[in-house]
């Protein structure tokens, strides 16, 4: 049994401390307490010290070791969190190095062969806890020397996706020398590596004084190498020197959850850089193949492809005749390909097989006609549709029964369903938008003299000019000359439309109402700072708003210098983004490792901007000024950081069921 000296020892929490004492000085009777143990029913102190390290073999910061197995022993049992995720090895382990926790020791084997005079670090991250309440050590790391000295340089900073900012998790980061030549990245493993966190940072440890080049690779085949085009890659053609100083930091000591008992001043070693910003991308996908075919309704048929082509697949029927079959839609880069069965005999058979004739890239990376045999099968069969069918029909009959017995109107023929017509936007609208219909199924009919456009002047309604285009088999979109205050009428006549099956569409009329100036806000943003060289003729920087979920609401591009206008902007809180389209083609691209290509840059305003209705807003955004890592807004960050492993510590609460308990024995109200 400890004495209650050795006990209070045990309390790590400095609340449990004060309110311990607080009771020996009011009472001053000794308090006698168990060993630390697990919460024990005899209401004993909770073991809230994290492990330690008592020894190492060889020994931590050695130099001139030669063995690959490695023994750190602790003062308690303890054991670690995903070894094979946390634990980072360095210089990289092309064999997977055995760790383990056994007892009260962890066993590090090495299975590839020792480099001469090299620093290894083993970085344990936050991966070690005790064993029975779970308390973290701390990030520890674990280090050796094969040569006559150890290098103790770091080098921190941050990963990022390059196309939205967005901090990304697992991302291997290390260092090659600053005049190696760029294809090492394709055959040699980096010398020093890490792993990025949730908030995608990265700390590389034990590195030599130097030149580097930083790079960061989303290792998908575990040969630390850039192999494949689908991995996620960042490099970064500045050399870095490591290097340090002697600074200070605050260190905040709490009285409680509440107040702050004090501020230290604590001196440590700064190493620098420690704002190493790598902006990852994955190459443009050129390799084209099938990834999946798909019949999820009885009528369409959907073919995925990993990469578009200008021309589309060539389709023969097996077990049915192909002519004139489909009506085609595809996706705008043509990667996604649906056919929409014209025949109702074909939408209810069941298996339909074709022969497929399209443009695939074969093991040489070459673009070669490919012939397949594809059957889609029917994901709901025609006799279970047919059942559906006929329940429907059997609970309409019951329905007009009733009706017919009860003396009321009844039918006696199933009415035929209509086509449903759908518009975006819906009532309200701003002179800046356009109207779109969609319809469920391709039309074979569109008569746009069906189509009418009424305004309302004066309390009257005048025919209204106005332009109505297909832009898809089952998409349309109406413009016209809107103006602000002003209503409309939509209206469609009966059997305008008719689609692939022969249902048309009722008479619909669709009530719009423009929203006036004095309902919205103005934006106009200053924007400097962009990457752009005057000899970047076609350049250009899309500035886009975004909603509070990161949603574009609008965009609109400008030349470097000019200020981005929105107007007819909604009352609401905003965020903006800009990428500068380096090359004018309209869309953000990615880059190439071999043509020395970084990816369109990407900026975001890091403040919110709250627009409210007849406000002019303006705004001066320089896109340089902030550090990459720090511009993108909190809120909209959907990768957070990896939550802080804490003590539980637990004594507060048990000092305060302690002094509780005294207090009701002793017959003391308080």
């Known amino acids: 049994m400890k004495s209650s000296e050795n006990t209070y020892r045990k309390i790590s929490a400095r609340e449990g401390l004060l309110a311990a004492a607080f009771l020996i000085s009011l009472f001053t009777l000794p308090i006698i307490t168990s060993c630390a143990r697990m919460g024990s029913p005899d209401g004993g102190w909770y073991d809230d010290t994290p492990p330690q390290v008592l020894s190492s073999t060889p020994a931590d910061k ?231 075919t798909e019949r999820q309704t009885p009528e369409k048929l959907g073919l995925f492809f990993s990469y578009g082509h200008d021309s589309l697949p060539e389709v023969k029927g097996l077990n049915f005749n192909s002519d004139s079959a489909f009506v085609v839609e595809h996706s705008l880069n043509r990667d996604t390909v649906y056919y929409w069965l014209r025949d109702t005999t074909l939408v209810n058979q069941d298996t339909l097989n074709m022969e497929l004739r399209f443009m695939a890239t074969d093991t040489l990376g070459c673009l070669q006609e490919k012939i397949d045999t594809i059957s889609f099968l029917s994901k709901v069969p025609f006799e279970k549709r047919e059942k559906d069918r006929l329940k429907e029909l059997e609970k309409w009959q019951k329905q007009q029964d009733k009706l017919k017995k009860r003396g009321q109107p009844y039918d006696s023929i199933m009415p035929q369903k209509f086509m449903e017509l759908k518009f975006t936007p819906g009532s309200n609208m701003t002179p800046l938008d356009k109207v779109r219909l969609e319809v469920s199924l391709p039309l074979v009919r569109c008569d746009t003299s069906m189509i009418h456009l009424y305004s309302m002047i004066d309390s009257t309604w005048y025919r209204s000019p106005h332009e109505f285009r297909q832009l898809s088999p089952r998409q349309f979109q109406l413009t016209a000359d ?113 043509l020395d290509l970084q990816p369109e840059p990407v900026f975001f305003f890091n403040e919110q901007v709250e627009c409210k209705a007849k406000w002019d807003v303006k705004r001066r955004w320089n896109l340089t000024a902030t550090p990459r890592y720090k511009q993108k807004p909190d809120r909209l960050i959907k990768q957070k950081p990896d939550q802080a492993k804490k003590l539980k510590n637990r004594n507060l609460e048990r000092a305060k069921q302690l002094g509780k308990q005294y207090l009701k024995d002793k017959g003391i109200n308080m």
């Open 62 to 292: 050695g130099v001139n070791v030669s063995s690959k197995k490695i023994y750190i022993n602790f003062n308690e049992y303890i054991k670690i969190e995903n070894p094979q995720e946390k634990v980072i090895v360095s210089p990289p382990q092309l064999e997977q190095a055995d760790i383990k926790a056994a007892g009260r020791r962890i066993i590090v084997e090495l299975k590839d062969t020792l480099k001469e005079n090299t620093t290894y670090t083993v970085d344990f991250s936050d991966a070690i806890t005790d064993n029975n309440e779970g308390n973290p050590m701390g990030n520890y790391t674990y280090s050796f020397s094969t040569g006559d000295h150890i290098d103790t340089l770091e080098v921190s900073g941050y990963v990022l996706n390059a196309e939205d900012l967005e901090p990304v998790k697992g991302m291997l980061v290390g260092l090659y020398p600053h005049d190696a030549p760029d294809s090492i990245f394709h055959h040699e493993a980096m010398m020093r590596v890490s792993r990025t966190n949730g908030g995608g940072q990265f700390t590389i440890k034990g590195v030599a004084p130097g030149k580097y080049r930083a790079f960061a690779l989303n290792d998908a085949d575990g040969d630390f190498v850039f192999r494949q085009k689908s991995e996620l890659i960042a490099y970064n053609r500045d050399s870095i020197m490591p290097s340090w100083k002697p600074d200070t930091r605050q260190d905040t000591v709490w009285r409680d959850s509440l107040h702050i008992d004090n501020i230290l001043r604590v001196p440590y070693t700064h190493f620098l850089p420690d704002d190493v910003t790598l902006l990852c991308f994955q190459e443009p996908q050129t390799d084209r193949m099938l990834v999946k």
């Open 482 to 594: 809107w103006q602000e205050g002003t209503e409309y009428s939509l209206e469609v006549d009966s059997a305008a439309f008719e689609d692939i099956f022969g249902t048309v569409n009722k008479v619909t009329k669709q009530g719009i109402k423009v929203s006036t100036a004095d309902e919205f806000s103005t934006l106009s943003v200053d924007i400097s700072g962009a990457p752009i060289k005057a000899t970047d003729s076609l350049a250009t920087i899309v500035v886009r708003l975004l909603d509070g979920s990161g949603n574009i609401v609008r965009f609109t591009n400008i030349r470097n210098g000019q200020n981005a206008e929105f107007t007819f902007v909604k009352a609401g809180t905003y965020y903006l983004s800009a990428y500068c389209d380096m090359n004018g083609n309209g869309k953000w691209d990615t880059g190439q490792y071999d």
